[in-house]
């Protein structure tokens, strides 16, 4: 297969024609998995959206909620498992969305990007103060690193999830409700994916000298 290419036979790949380089160089394997849980993941955000700019956020959170949950049934129906990040940011929407239904005050809603980000961010750094690389837990089957370069990308993620609980803590208490959705959906996207390929360089420094170059990780905070 093309994405196999470059871990069979790295030096063929310079005698290779430009498109089916250009294919050597993605590991399709290893990039459909994450398409497809990207997807996945975008889609609740979407649903969010659309729903609170035809109704109001109560309507919103609802259809979040059940976004959400179909979207962690067919991660686990089409990937036969479910990551991790994906299962806590589940729960936390329901839970939040939950309160936010009930009690009928959106701050419950607003709040929890900030508390799973902070969650995330908390066992990432938390979990190298006593020298442990948790992301490896999350990422240990995908991508192979040498121990210093998991220590370096957990550090990153980490400080990722405390600028996006920071953010969105600026956002909620001084912006309006449309502002403040619309920059969860299109806004958290983008800076994750723009994160995630800064990362590139680092998993393909500290990777096996035998391993493939590696396709960046991506969180989607739900």
């Known amino acids: 297969m093309p994405g196999r290419l470059r871990s069979h036979c790295p030096h063929c790949v310079r005698d290779l024609p430009m498109t089916q380089?250009?294919?050597?160089?993605?590991?399709?394997?290893?990039?459909?998995?994450?398409l497809i849980k990207m997807a996945l993941e975008l889609g609740p955000l979407v649903v969010f959206f659309i729903a609170n700019a035809r109704a109001d956020i109560f309507v919103a959170t609802a259809w979040f909620m059940g976004a959400m949950t179909l979207s962690l049934a067919l991660s686990w129906l089409i990937l036969r498992k479910i990551?991790?990040?994906?299962?806590v940011t589940g729960v936390v929407v329901l839970v939040f969305g939950g309160l936010t239904l009930w009690l009928q005050d959106d701050t419950f809603i607003k709040i929890k990007p900030t508390i799973t980000n902070t969650l995330f961010a908390s066992v990432l750094l938390g979990g190298l103060l006593f020298g442990h690389s948790l992301l490896k837990y999350v990422f240990g089957d995908v991508y192979k690193l040498r121990p210093e370069g998991w220590s370096k990308l957990t550090l990153n993620w980490g400080l990722f999830f405390v600028a996006l609980?920071?953010?969105?803590?600026?956002?909620?208490?001084?912006?309006?409700?449309d502002i403040w959705v619309a920059f969860k959906v299109w806004g958290v996207m983008p800076l994750t994916v723009i994160f995630s390929i800064s990362q590139v360089s680092l998993l393909n420094k500290y990777a096996p000298a035998a391993e493939p170059h590696h396709v960046p990780p991506i969180v989607v905070e739900s």
């Open 21 to 34: 380089k250009a294919e050597a160089e993605i590991n399709w394997d290893e990039l459909r998995p994450q």
């Open 165 to 177: 609980a920071i953010i969105n803590e600026v956002l909620w208490r001084n912006f309006s409700t």
């Open 83 to 87: 990551a991790i990040m994906p299962l």
